[in-house]
T-cell receptor, first 113, second 110 residues
């Protein structure tokens, strides 16, 4: 009965590799997000999708590409990983306008070596 | 640039104490302010505030918003060790972004 799930939970990889993180929500929400939380615990939005359409695209390197195959899924693909990409990545979803609270996934801890 | 600032950054108290966490913001076209609790994993939603002066309560936690002075406080009374967490304040702007503060790390000692 998990509301927002992400896989994998942990990801350790080398610089230069390409990796993907998957996110699924079973809440029927129409908006999904990707956030990056750095070592100082700052949560920053990266992308937001509403009904499979990109609505927020923050200034992130274009090595990061979100893909939303349907309303319930928002995946994050990262090309040519760099050391500075190490962080915890959270997927979240919300519903309504204005959206009431984000429901966050458990996070994916990415470590680039 | 929109920003949310929380204080203090960290706080250590003993069980039974009352704590007040602060959040101030400068955001264009404010829509709402949200408080989250983050333990080991994902932030969990606590409150959403949209109007000034109306206190939201949930058990020992309460929060209030002052839209004129651009701040909110989160109060926790009779703290317990289970309240130990990072408390995040975030403000939702007209553009649909949720801008987070840097969080207050609360540690409650037995």
């Amino acid at each position: 009965d998990t509301a927002v799930s992400q896989t994998p939970k942990y990801l350790v990889t080398q610089m230069g590799n390409d990796k993907s993180i998957k996110c699924e929500q079973n809440l029927g929400h129409d908006t999904m997000y990707w956030y990056k939380q750095d070592s100082k615990k700052f949560l920053k939005i990266m992308f937001s999708y509403n009904n499979k359409e990109l609505i927020i695209n923050e200034t992130v390197p274009n090595r990061f590409s979100p893909k939303s195959p349907d309303k319930a899924h928002l995946n994050l693909h990262i090309n040519s990983l760099e050391l500075g990409d190490s962080a915890v990545y959270f997927c979240a979803s919300s519903q309504g306008e204005p959206p009431r609270g984000r429901y966050f996934g458990p996070g994916t801890r990415l470590t680039v070596t | 640039e929109d920003k949310v600032v929380q204080s203090p950054l960290s706080l250590v108290v003993h069980e039974g104490d009352t704590v007040t966490l602060n959040c101030s913001y400068e955001v264009t076209n404010f829509r709402s302010l949200l408080w989250y609790k983050q333990e080991k994993k994902a932030p969990t939603f606590l409150f959403m505030l949209t109007s000034s002066g109306i206190e939201k309560k949930s058990g020992r936690l309460s929060s209030i918003l002052d839209k004129k002075e651009l701040f909110s406080i989160l109060n926790i009374t009779a703290t317990q060790t289970g309240d130990s967490a990072v408390y995040l304040c975030a403000v939702h702007n007209q553009g649909g972004k949720l801008i987070f503060g840097q969080g207050t790390e609360l540690s409650v000692k037995p």
